[in-house]
């Protein structure tokens, strides 16, 4: 069925040289960069150039102008590192050997404003897994239809609504590629951008934005980045989103590029889930309502700071520094959208310490051994103290419930 959608949408917009009759939502959207036919959009892959074509058509369609380096398109070549400490290399041409092509996708509104706002998205996964999968289970399409189909689909809404609104802003889009390899793209794109740098006025960067959970809770991450952000996000909060704030601009994804260019960045998230880097992040699991409510929000920020002039850049603390190094995992993936006091389990691995002690989704640790854990820190530093063999007692709260555990590490 997915198949047969994606096919039905790309007929719409063949050559898109005659005005697409239909009008294409962001379900649409999804449902074709997520299809099987993409397999699963790795970079420098001929599903990634089918998922870079499909965007400049949509791109065309909403009549944005090009501005890559070859219409929409701003091509890179890069040699991957084989050392998952070290940076990809960027090179000139396709010569060299294992040199891989990304492309990113770049479109613009003139509205002969003096300021630029980039709104980004990363359009490139894992294709049939590889070292980021998460699936221990063979090869399999990884359709990355949360990541990051779902943050396309809404930069292709607000492109939409921005182009039709009387805002005073000229808007940047841009689908970037590379981002699974280390944020690549945004990287090449901000040291090259195709508009002048210092016309940028901020940046919204959309990453795994369509798995809105039923406490409407959404992380925001570069809040700290400019001394507007934090008043204007929640003064527009008229969703009634659940607000997780966090004042870095440095990250695991592309606004951290332009957040070391100087520029301010705010970066939305709904939070991971059992099919992060998973075969299993498919279209149909998505909350389209949820992100309909994100592109609601996100249209009143920019309106809101329509008006507000060059915003004050703001250096933040890397809150990845603080994080302490562990020797052992308790084999769960916290709730980073959690808000209450503790740590919320999001998920169990198979076979780990968690799970042979019973514990489950949705419980709340509260206390491991003598430590208090009242958030995701105090957590990490109780579990920065164990080491392989030890044994502990974990508190934890279910359904209103504190319960003691034994796990052993």
């Keep these: 069925m997915r198949t047969l ?21 962001m379900k649409e959207d999804v449902v074709y960069l997520a299809s099987d036919s993409l397999e699963g959009r790795q970079t420098g892959t001929p599903g990634e150039m089918k998922a870079a074509r499909y965007i400049a058509e949509r791109f065309e369609q909403l009549k944005l102008t090009p501005k890559g380096t070859d219409g929409y398109f701003q091509e890179f070549a890069f040699k991957p590192s084989s050392n998952p400490h070290e940076q990809a290399e960027f090179s000139d041409s396709l010569s060299a050997d294992g040199t891989i092509m990304g492309r990113n996708v770049v479109g613009f509104i003139d509205k002969e404003a003096n300021y630029r706002v980039a709104i980004g998205a990363h359009y490139d996964h894992l294709g049939y897994g590889g070292d980021g999968s998460l699936y221990r289970e063979g090869q399999a399409i990884h359709n990355g239809a949360d990541d990051n189909a779902s943050g396309v689909a809404l930069m292709l809404n607000l492109a939409k609504r921005l182009a039709d609104s009387t805002s005073n802003t000229n808007f940047v889009f841009i689908a970037f590629s590379g981002e699974e390899m280390g944020l690549l793209g945004s990287n090449y794109f901000i040291k090259n951008s195709t508009i002048p740098k210092e016309s940028y006025n901020y940046m919204i960067n959309l990453d795994m934005v369509g798995r809105l959970n039923e406490e409407n809770a959404i992380a925001v991450h570069g809040v700290g980045t400019s001394p507007l952000f934090k008043q204007t996000l929640f003064a527009n909060n008229e ?33 991971q889930h059992e099919d992060y880097h998973k075969p299993g992040d498919d279209s149909e699991k998505l909350n389209y ?3 309909q409510r994100i592109a609601d929000y996100i249209v009143n920020i ?11 850049f703001r250096k933040t603390k890397d809150e990845s520094e603080a994080v302490p190094r562990f020797k052992v995992g308790l084999g769960v993936v916290p709730d980073y959208l959690y808000t209450g006091e503790g740590m919320r389990i999001d998920g169990i691995s198979e076979d780990k310490p968690a799970q042979k002690a019973g514990l489950q989704k949705g419980d709340i640790v509260k206390r491991m051994d003598t430590m208090k854990v009242t958030t995701m820190m105090t957590y990490m530093k109780a579990l920065s103290t164990f080491k392989e063999g030890d044994k502990t007692t974990v508190t934890i709260e279910r359904n209103g419930a504190l319960l003691e555990v034994d796990v052993q590490f």
């Design 239 to 271: 969703q009634g989103l659940t607000i997780k704030e966090h004042e870095s601009g440095i990250g695991p994804s592309d606004f951290t590029s332009f957040y070391l260019a100087d520029i301010p960045v705010l970066s939305f998230f709904t939070g």
């Design 289 to 291: 309502e949820g992100m």
């Design 5 to 25: 959608i994606g096919c039905f949408i790309a007929l719409l917009l063949i050559g898109c040289k005659t005005e697409v009759q239909n009008p294409i939502g």
């Design 302 to 312: 920019v309106q809101d700071l329509d008006d507000d002039g060059k915003l004050a």
